[in-house]
Structures are given as structure tokens and as C-alpha cells.
């Protein structure tokens, strides 16, 4: 995807939005997906992409957030304001907005939005003493978009924005600043679950551009240097670009200042910086931070030449109405010719900067008797008509940067007539070849020229030529090859392909569900790679007959076969096959939920955490829900500092963590601390969990339910995967249990309450008091305890036996 | 439906709240349903009529209603589990435990938030958020049930600017706004409600709101509802202005002339004088004794029904207790439950007890009740050691257990002003204690049947009372008896006796359908 980034687009757009607009319109056409981005809060937004038909192709940080992104219009009038309770108050218009009135007072107004038919643009409440209190602002769609409230003193306190159905997405606080009022923060609330705090409006920006580059690594193209500074922090984009769009230096040749942001960065640097001609990047090249490249903004498809009028008949002009383009010496160069030829019609097209300016113009074409020479037309995106039996498109600016309407002049066969400005005279309009040009910057000159020219009318016809050959160089089909060789850069360095989450399942003898796990697994709804490494444990009921259909149908089913060896070592034997960024370990009889992948990703992405643990929801052994219970077991969403944070809560709030299967881990944690499972039957995933919390770093709980457990009648004696050994359970979780301790030793962890409490009930209930109470055990287990830890633990664990045995015999003499 | 109509149900509770609770338990203990009608938020709501055993079906708050929270499953959080927006690590907690706060600072040591805690369970409580310059952005005021309710909007240390209430899923329901005013005083200037239709209302105070939706409650269960008004003012008119027919009953819940020695033309109690000029207005109206019925029937005959029910309610359990005979309890002791208020009057029986002293040293009085203002108090200790009686008169800390303390005393005494019924003096004589009452209305002269149950003296004969004193301390065999008479005198106010009062509204509530 690539993104323009600009701040806002306006009723009035300037050179830049139109780039814009048009590079994201060419890309598109040409199957490369592009879209616009802008920064601003702008109500009036759908209006003005609607006009310029890239509805479609246009994300606002705000709509995104909201949720209005590619909403549907449904407008609302002032007249028939959905939130109006007409049995209680009564509408009153006068000259500037609705009234709403009870009893001859008035309690709030109702404003439209200007240019538009009377639709909402906000309402004010007031309150008993006149004040202002409340203030709903409607989006142009129709939605109340945002609410303002206000303090004693009628200030601005916080602005609350909604998604269309009310709730609130994003606050923004402002306070008094030194005297102003300011914003001063900002907060997302409940996005993907969590809320987000942001001092700056910057932090917020950039969050946003995260997100869109989350879904998909994207290029990034600065239109405008405010947005700069937020696109060089963006987390592993493709590829980030600087544009400049007008000359970068002022008239004294020293770089305008606010350019500086993209060509010299304080702090971070761009990937590239593009201009539109060849000369300006040679100019910027030598003082630039990133490399220059040239990428022309204008551009659209070349149109079949409509007139063949070689006489000087229609002379036009298409663009913004400002002193800066020096559009006062426009009137002088119709003045000149008409005083040579009446019977030329002059044709400007565009809106004047502001009213005054306009009222200056019509004066000083009063004054040269030109005002029913002169014709001008509104602006209006489509300049077919205009372009249809023109001469001439002329133009009096000084400092274009690249002539946007002179090229699309061109596409129409239409020569240019202008002065030899920088850039211009050099990439586009070439004196005798697609246009004329002089390098006395007179209006006198100009015309002259402009006469001459005409008397010629093969001459004209080789100009007109001329155009249409110069409107080819830069087409859309051209653009987009630019754009093309940018991207095929950015693939190259990019980093290998890998593979994101590895799923380790290991098998035996599961045949009754094995198929239903693996289409949860296979059936992921993610744009995420994932592989899924099966470890057949020496299964005799068909299972490896399964995996292996799966292994033909499935091109990312690794299948991996050992001699029955026991849970512990399946799984470590899949471990050791790993190759994605993220590992899941599945039991081979539970079932995923299919956004498990996605959802899984998507929090190791936002928090770079070295545990996702999420909640899970036990099911019957037939695979339906239980209904008379609590079958969710699961935390709220944090985020902790520490594995060993997020341990210690597992023994408050008893969520329980402990299976490997409630949890994803990053490989690379488990590969710098060599975690692995202990070849026991039994407890072998107490000890895996316990060093992979007590050893991670930051860690994450989402309360998002992915994984479905499923419970077993508890008459079946749950078999061991070492089905030739028929061991007692004991000897297994004694087996376990001494390795931790000896692990605990050497990797020197602290006894912390929370472990012991840990110790107690994940290992010793199930040595002492799995069938019956054992005394031999007992003293059997706390000696070798006290081989590991420290005699004032032991006393501890001792004591806390007790208890647990007092609660014990209560228990047993109840059921009795 | 009956819809009984209050402010809320605050911990420290007057009469009227007291007078509910009772109800409740009666209409529960004969399954007929009942709503109570609240207007103002409070974030422990809950919690305290849960305590009162009022379950949560049967409370309708104003502020519940529209900000969907009638009913909610209990998830309350504690302090390290708020979402503050910025990741953990960024941020220190130090727990201030006298404050029962956290102080959340970032790690350059700007504050950042706190977070208050209940004492009880230690659950969120308010969260206040401080922006990056250090200044109080807001407090989010969290529900006993887990969730967000309020924010209090903070600026420039002018206190609270406005206030908006949330629904669980965070979405603003209610706002008001503090503004100057043409005095330039700082002032509640209005509420902005949008109802669950998205449609928009706006009202200047906060009683405009209430009977907006008391209007709609009505609406929504008509016909067939009784409207009661326990607290005066804060909807007598609304009953009056409601759009489709209600059953409207104003409760009198103390007394409603100043002087009750002139009935007829004493100053009114401006409490209820509202709804005594429109007495013709409402169905009828509810006093707690025969007394106060007579004289109210009498000054305003336009009153379309008058029912006399009493507040004070005495639980079948205690009748089945075994009765405490006067020599099992403490000789002497005499005991007085109520507020530490001037219309009290503690100094009469102070002096009484003082005099009736000379001729039974054994006495003792035991003044339990809790008082708003210590300078009341301190003038009565002074008072205590002026006549000597520091031995003998104490003050107790409130209590709850008042069946333990009742239950080892021999006398009451009333000296009040006025009451509208004294609940204390029903307690009282229901644990078969003797009363000695000054003859002041409205309740004392019917819980008490002079020369049956105790003596009715006349007010401010503080010697009457002190001989009163002596003469049952003196003579065991009287104590006794009218201990006995007490007990059985009590049985006037029985469960099943007061059900049979409210019977009788119910039924003629329905006729109104």
C-alpha cells in the first residue's frame, strides 16, 4: 500500500492535495493500491472527497478511529434533527440557525453546515443563564461526531469523540496553558481493548500510522513537512518518503526553512526525498540527508487531441487566482493582445485567493476595459470543456514549482505560453518544441510572442505535437513505472521471508479427535504464516494415518515420527523443528477459535511481550459447552513488566496459567534460556510454565477466549503417552518436581511467597494427597526438598501441609 | 405497582429512612412488590441497601435508569487493574495507606494519577488523572459494582466545572454544568439527558429531572401505580402534573404544625406545607398516629382519605423471644435512644435523673445516639457535671445492636419537642421497658398507654418525671407489671397489624385503576 500523508484536504485544495489526488487516482488504476491520508479532524472531509470522487482511497486518522471509515451518508437536516424531542420543545428559525424553544426561551441552537443544504453542523446548548454548556458536533455524513463541554468560565475543557453509535473512541483534554487554552492530552479508550494515553497529538498520529502499517507494511510519502517527523518513527515500514513540492528555495536562494524538517531532520532521516524534476534533485542532492529521486506528481491519461485549431482563438487559464502566481500580469498580457486582436476570447478558470483579491482583479479589469473580454469560470475538477477549442494556455508565474495545469494543458495538445522560470524552462515547457517561452519576464514579451507564434500555423501545429508528445513523458503508465522501481528497492532489502507462529502438537493415539483439532488449527482467519510441527509419539490407533492425509493436503504440516518416548520429549523434539518468530503448544484433543493466530499475532506485534497467555473455555468430552457452570477461565487485559509479575498473580486471582496450552511464547526467549520440557509423565508442563514465567521478560494477558479445552469423563483413568510403562503417577510428579528444584538452584531463582505457594499446590497436593495421604511420601519428599531449598522453606511448606491436611480430613470425613 | 419516592439511602439515615426499611421488610414477608423511586446518584448506593436487605430489583435511582445500570453483575476492580492508558513499566505505584490511595507517578516523577481504594475490599473508588504539566484533568468516580459512573471535571482549581454520568460501556448519558450566575456565585446551571431513544432533554435543576422521570416511570407501568411521597419537596408537584392517572399518597413523616397544642392554627411545618395547600390535589395522605390524623383531618377536611399507618414495625422474632423479667435486668438503669439534637431536649431528663437520684442512688441513665454538632454534646457534659452526675449519666457510642442494650434496661424516657411517631419509644416498650413521656405529640401518648405501660407527664414538669422515676424504682411489683403491660401493648404494632393498613391502601390504589 502507499500512503500520501498529508493534514487535511480542503474545499479549496492547493497544488499539493491535487498531487495527491492524482498520484493515488494513477496508482490505483494501474492495480497498485494507494490511498490518501490526512491528519486533521475535518467534519466537512466526506463532502470534499465525494467532490473529487476518492472516497474510496482516503483514511482519516479520526474516521479511523471512529470507525467512519467508508461510512455510509445519512445525512441529517436541521430541520429534522433525529435528537429533538418535538413533544417537549418547539423550532423557531431565525436568520442564523433553529432555535429550540420552551416557553419563550431558548435552550439551544442549531447551526448548518455552510455549503451545504441545510444540513447539521452543531448544536449548542444553553443553559438557564444563556451559557453554553454543551456542544454536539455532526459529522457531514450525518453521525454526531463529537461532543464539547466547557467550565465555569466557558472555556474548553475536553471534546469526546464518538463512533456512530455513541460511544466514545477517543478524549481530548485541554487546560490553560501560560494563558491559552490547549490540548494536553489525549486518550484512545477501549481500542482493541486497551486504552492509550498521548501527551502529544504526534504520539496519537503516529499510533495511527502504526496501526495502518500493522496491517501491511506500506510506503510512506510526506506530502507536507508537519507530518514528517511522525512517519520517521513508524515501527518497520516499507519504505518512507520525503516530497518537497515547491521550489525549496526562496528568492534569496537559501532553503526555506520549513523544508528543512524534510531534507535536514533533526533527529531520524527519511529513505528518500522526492521532487519532481531532475533539477531540483540535483540541487537538493548536495544538501539533502537522504537520497533524491525523481518522481513527477503530475500526471493522467492522455486524451485524443480534440481541436485542431492552429489560429489564436480561445486563450486560457487554469489555477488558483493569487498575487503570488503574479496572476495581475495575466491582465496586462490579455490587454496587450486584445489591443492587437479583438476577436480573441480570453478564458480564466479557478478561485480567487480571498474576496478582496477578487474585487481588485474585476477593478483592474474595469479599468483596462477587458470585463466583457474576459471570461471566468468556478473551479470545477473537469477541464475537458474549457480545454476543448483553447489556443493557448498561458501563464505569468514566477516560481511554480512544476506547471500541474500546463501539463494538463498538454495531454489536450494545448501549448504553453509562459516565462523561463526555473524548472519550468528546463523539464517541461521547452520554447519551440511544446510551448513558448521568453526570457524577458514582461507581459509585453510574452504576447508579442504569443502573436507571432500564431501567424504560423504549421509552427503551431508542431507545438501542438510537441504537447502531447511532452504529456506521454509523463503519463500515469510512467508514474506508476517510477513507483514500480521504488517498490521493487524496497522488497529487495527486505528481510527474508519467515515464518511467524509454529504450532507443536504432539500425538498419540488421539484418533476420536485429531481431525476436528487439526481443522481448528488449519482453519485460522489471519493474514499471518504459521506452521504446524506434529510429533507422532508412537500412536497404534491410526493417528499417524491422519497426519500423514494432512501432511498431503496441508504444505505447512510438518510431520515428525518418534518411538513412543513420553509427552515431554514429543514436545521437545517438535520445539527443536521450530522455525517461526512465535510457538504454541496444542494438546492434540482441544480445539482453537479461528481468529487464535490473528489475535495471538496481532498482541506480540503491539507489545513486543514474550508471552500472549489468553483465556480459555473448557468443553464436554463430545465437544459442547457446559451450562451450568463457569467454563471461561481467563484474566483481564494487562500488560505485565515481568513474567514474574504476571506469576504472582496467578495465586490472587488463581487464573490459572500453568498449562502450556493457555499460552504463546516468543522462540527466542525459550532458546536464550534453554527452556525445555523434563522428560516425566506427569507435570512436566508445571515445570515448562514455571521457568518460562520466572525467565520472561515482559509478558501480556488478554482476556480474548481462543482455546477450548476439553474435559474428560473422569471415570476414564487418563493414560499416560508412555503406554508400556505403567508407572504410579507419584513417581512422575516426584520425578518433575526434583528437577525443578534443582533447576530453581541453578538458575539461582529467589523463593519468593508466590513460589511457594506454587511449590505447594501444583506439586505437593499431588504427591501427598493425590489418593490417600502418604506419611512415607510425605517424609520422603520433604527430605529431598530440603536438599535444594533452604530449612526455613521447608518448615514453611511443612506447615502449609498441615493446613492443607486439615482441610483434607474435613473433606474426606464430609464425603464419607 | 407502589412506588415509594425518596432521595437515596444514605449510611447515616434519618426517621424516614428508618420508617422504609421497616416497610420493605413488611411487604417482602407478604410477597407484594414494591419499587423505590431514588433522585440522587451515589456510587456506594448499592452497597448500602444491600445491606438494609433491599435487593437490587426493587431500587429504581434515577441515574441507574438512564445510565443502564439497574442491574449489574458485580465486577468491581482493584487499584492495579485500572487502564491508565500507559504501560505499566512507564509507571511507579506507591501505596499511601492512611489515604487509602495510590500515587501513580511516571518515571521522571511527574504525577501521573491516583487511585482512591475502599477501606472494605479495597476496590476502586475514583481515579484523578493528571495531564503532562502536572494539572488535574478529571476524577472518574467508580460504582461499587466495577464500573465507571462518573466524571468530575476539574479546572483551575475552581473546583467541579460540569459532571458527565456513563453507562457501563462508557457512553455519556447525563451532563450538568456549574456556571456564574447573575451573582456571580458559582451555581448548578442545568443537566443535558439523552434518553435511550437518542432524544435530547434539557433541565434546570435536578428536582426538574426527577419529575420528568417520575412521569415516565408512571408512564411506562400505568394504569393501576400508587405514587408515595416519603421525602416532601422533591416531588410533591410532579405528582400533581402527571401525564396519565396515579394513586398520589403524601406521607407525613414527623409533625406538621409547629405548635401541636394549637392544631388548628399553628405555624405549618414548611416541609409539608406544599402539600397541604393542595391537599384536595392528592389521593390522600399517610400519618403515623391516630393523633396526627385527627388533627390533620380536622384543619383540612378537603383531604380526600386519610390512612394512619404506623412506621414502627415489631418484628415477629422479638415476640417470640422470651420476655426479660425486670429482675433480670440491670436495677435502675435507665436508657434513652436519640439524636443528639436540641429537640431532644437530653437537659430536662439529665435533671430528672439527677433529682430522682437523691432518693435511688442506684440509678443510672445511658444516652445513646449520635450527634451532628459536638457543641450541643459538650454543653450537656458540662450540664452532667454541673449537677454531679458524672457516676451516674453517660453518653454511649451509637449503636446498632440496640436489642442488647434494650434488653438490660427497666425505663425509657421521651422529653421532645415534637415527633412524628419516635420509633426509639416503640423499640423501647416492645423490650418491655417502662416509658416515662412528656405529653407531647405526635407518637410518645399512643405507644405509651398512661398508667398501663408507663406515664405521660406534663411537658417541662421535670419533678413529674423525677417522681415518676422514684415511684417505679421503688415498687418492683409495679416496675414488673407494667413491664408485662409493655410487652403486650407492643402487640398493637405488629407485622400483622400494620400489614392490614397498607392492605387497605393497596386495594384502594387498585380501585383507582
Known sequence: MIYSVGENLFDRNSGIEFAQIQRTQALNSAHIQAKIVTRKYNRRLSLITEENNISDVQINMFDFFQKATNLQANHQTTRDLKSLARERYNLKYNEKFFEINKSGRTYAQIYAMGGTEKYVDKVVYLDRFNNKTLTHYYDWRGFLSMTENYDNANNLISQNYLDVDGNTVLEVFYTNVYGTIEPTMWKLINYKGFDYLFDYEEQLFLFFLNELNREEPSVFIADCPEVVVSIMSIDNPLKTIGYVHQNHRNYAGNVISEYTKIIQPEFGQLDLIAVATQKQANDLASIAKSPVVVLPTTTFATINKTSEITTLRKVVYVGRLTRHKNVDELIDLFEYIHKRDANVKFVIKGYFESKEYEEAFNQRLAKCKLTEVVEHLQYSPDNSELFEDASVFVSTSMSEGFGMNALESMAHGIPVACYGVPYIKDNLVKDGVNGIVTIKHTPQELGRKILSTFKKPQTVAQLQQGALATAEEFSAEQLVKNFDKLLDLGYASMAEKRVDLSFVVPVYNVVKYLEATLDSIFNQKTKYDYEVICVDDGSTDGSAEILKQYAEKYSNLKFISQKNCGVGAARNLGLSHVEGEYVAFIDSDDLLADNYVETVMYNFKRTYADIVTYAARKIKEDGTNFTDQVDIFGAPNKIYASGIEQFNTMNIYRYYMVAVWKYVTKTAHLREYKITFPNTQLSEDDYFSFFNYQLAKRTVSIKDVLYNYRIHDKSLIRTFTQADKSTDKRVEHYKAFELLLKQITVEKIKITPSITRYLMNDFLTKLIFKDELNTNIEHTTMVMVGKYLSKEIVTELQAMLREQYKVYVRKATVLN | ?513
Open chain 2, 1 to 513: 405497582m407502589i412506588y415509594f419516592i425518596d432521595f437515596g439511602m444514605p449510611v447515616k439515615k434519618s426517621g424516614i429512612e428508618h420508617a422504609a426499611i421497616n416497610r420493605m421488610h413488611l411487604f417482602e414477608k407478604h410477597g407484594v412488590d414494591y419499587r423505590l423511586l431514588n433522585r440522587d446518584w451515589d456510587a456506594n448506593l448499592h452497597s448500602e441497601t444491600r445491606k438494609m436487605g433491599i435487593d437490587d430489583t426493587h431500587l429504581i435511582n434515577m441515574f441507574d435508569y438512564y445510565q443502564g445500570s439497574l442491574i449489574m453483575e458485580d465486577k468491581a476492580i482493584s487499584a492495579e487493574e485500572v487502564d491508565l492508558g500507559l504501560d505499566p513499566s512507564l509507571l511507579i505505584y506507591t501505596e499511601d495507606i492512611d489515604n487509602k490511595t495510590y500515587e501513580v507517578t511516571r518515571l521522571d516523577g511527574m504525577l501521573f494519577a491516583k487511585i482512591g481504594y475502599r477501606a472494605e475490599d479495597k476496590t476502586v473508588n475514583f481515579v484523578e488523572s493528571y495531564d503532562s504539566f502536572g494539572k488535574l484533568i478529571y476524577i472518574d468516580y467508580y460504582d461499587s459494582r466495577g464500573f465507571k459512573t462518573v466524571r468530575c471535571f476539574n479546572f483551575n482549581q475552581t473546583g467541579i466545572s460540569n459532571q458527565q454520568w456513563y453507562t457501563p460501556n462508557g457512553k455519556v448519558v447525563i451532563s450538568c454544568a456549574l456556571k456564574l450566575d447573575g451573582n456571580k456565585n458559582i451555581q448548578l446551571s442545568g443537566f443535558i439527558l439523552t434518553k435511550s431513544d437518542g432524544k435530547v432533554y434539557q433541565f434546570d435543576t435536578i428536582d426538574d429531572m426527577f419529575s420528568d422521570f417520575i412521569n415516565q416511570i408512571n408512564n411506562q407501568t400505568s394504569p393501576g401505580n400508587i405514587m408515595v411521597i416519603d421525602q416532601p419537596i422533591i416531588a410533591d408537584e410532579a405528582l400533581l402534573n402527571l401525564d396519565k392517572p396515579a394513586y398520589t399518597i403524601a406521607h407525613l413523616h414527623n409533625s406538621h404544625v409547629l405548635d401541636f397544642r394549637s392544631p388548628m392554627t399553628s405555624e405549618l411545618n414548611e416541609f409539608f406545607e406544599y402539600q397541604l395547600s393542595n391537599a384536595d390535589k392528592y389521593d390522600g395522605f399517610i400519618a403515623a398516629t391516630e393523633h396526627q390524623t385527627r388533627d390533620v383531618q380536622a384543619r383540612f377536611p378537603d383531604i380526600k382519605k386519610l390512612y394512619t399507618i404506623p412506621v414502627g414495625i415489631v418484628p415477629d422474632e422479638l415476640f417470640q423471644e422470651p420476655q426479660i423479667p425486670m429482675a433480670e435486668r440491670e436495677y435502675g438503669n435507665i436508657t434513652v435512644l436519640a439524636r443528639i439534637a436540641h429537640e431532644k431536649r437530653h437537659a430536662d431528663i439529665i435533671r430528672a435523673v439527677a433529682k430522682a437520684h437523691e432518693q435511688v442512688p442506684e440509678i443510672t441513665l445511658n444516652m445513646y445516639g449520635y450527634a451532628n454538632s459536638n457543641e450541643l454534646k459538650n454543653e450537656l457534659e458540662t450540664l452532667i457535671t454541673n449537677v454531679h452526675m458524672e457516676k451516674v449519666i453517660k453518653f454511649h457510642e451509637y449503636t446498632t445492636d440496640n436489642d442488647a442494650v434494650l434488653n438490660k434496661a427497666q425505663v425509657f424516657c421521651v422529653t421532645s419537642l415534637f415527633e412524628g411517631f419516635n420509633l426509639a419509644a416503640l423499640e423501647s416498650s416492645s423490650h418491655g421497658l417502662v416509658g416515662v413521656t412528656y405529653d407531647i405529640e405526635y407518637g410518645p401518648q399512643e405507644i405509651i398507654q398512661d398508667g398501663f405501660s408507663g406515664y405521660i407527664v406534663r411537658e417541662h414538669d421535670i419533678d413529674a418525671l423525677a417522681e415518676k422515676f422514684v415511684k417505679l424504682f421503688k415498687d418492683q411489683n409495679l416496675l414488673q407489671q407494667m413491664s408485662t403491660n409493655a410487652y403486650v401493648s407492643a402487640k398493637r404494632y405488629s407485622a400483622e397489624s400494620i400489614w392490614k393498613k397498607w392492605e387497605q391502601l393497596l386495594k384502594d390504589g387498585s380501585k383507582e385503576a
